[in-house]
């Protein structure tokens, strides 16, 4: 059973890491300025967009300094918590129960 768990968390990790990186690739897209209207981009931004809109919600919109956004820095901020911080903790936290 410690195997399982062990198992889950390690995908956790992985999913945190991977979502990492879609964030990433959107924001270096945004930046670029290719086709907005790409399927690619449209799936990237369907992905993106919901947690980074409440992040922007509970701030006020008071990350936005001269059109330059600052929400997917706080976003992959918490996503590396989450990865580094949380996840490992629990391992180790349901690993020794």
């Known amino acids: ?50 947690p980074m809109s409440r992040i922007r919600r509970l701030s006020k919109n008071r990350l936005i300094y001269q059109n330059f956004d600052l929400t997917p820095i706080v976003f992959l901020v918490l996503l590396y918590l989450i990865e580094e911080k949380l996840l490992p903790l629990l391992l180790h936290t349901w690993g020794s129960a």
């Open 1 to 50: 059973m410690i195997a399982l768990k062990d198992f889950v968390i390690h995908m956790l990790i992985y999913a945190v890491s991977a979502y990492s990186w879609i964030v990433i690739i959107y924001c270096f897209a945004g930046f670029l300025g290719q086709n907005r209207h790409a399927k690619w981009y449209v799936f990237l931004q369907e992905l993106v967009d919901p």
